[in-house]
Nanobody, 118 residues
Framework: EVQLVESGGGLVQPGGSLRLSCAAS????????MSWVRQAPEKGLEWVSS????????VQPDSVKGRFTISRDNAKNTLYLQMNSLKTEDTAVYYC???????????WGQGTQVTVSS
């Protein structure tokens, strides 16, 4: 059974930092690209960052480029998102996302809340 479990969210002041983690299990983690996606209050899903299996291809939207860093440790089956210079508009539930298997079935974690507020 594929499982994605996020952790590391919390309350942080503007300009602060947080590191999110996503523990993956039930599939060969190193084989598949992974992403972080967020959902702000009363808004739709917003893609944050993606990384391929070998970590040699990373794509991000301009809204987080230079502030957020996605990485992965395939030995630990864990995906990370280092978030620096956080802004109030980064407040959202952050989800770990992956498409697994020949049919690219999509899986989501339960989400972790990030609140940026003074």
């Amino acid at each position: 059974e594929v499982q994605l479990v996020e952790s590391g969210g919390g309350l942080v002041q503007p300009g602060g930092s947080l590191r999110l983690s996503c523990a993956a299990s039930g599939f060969t983690f190193s084989t598949y690209p992974m992403s972080w996606v967020r959902q702000a209050p009363e808004k739709g899903l917003e893609w944050v960052s993606s990384i391929n299996g070998d970590s040699d291809s990373i794509v991000q939207p301009d809204s987080v480029k230079g502030r957020f860093t996605i990485s992965r440790d395939n030995a630990k089956n864990t995906l990370y998102l280092q978030m620096n210079s956080l802004k109030t508009e980064d407040t959202a539930v952050y989800y770990c996302n992956g498409r697994v298997g020949a049919m690219e079935d999509e899986y989501w974690g339960q989400g972790t809340q990030v609140t940026v507020s003074s």
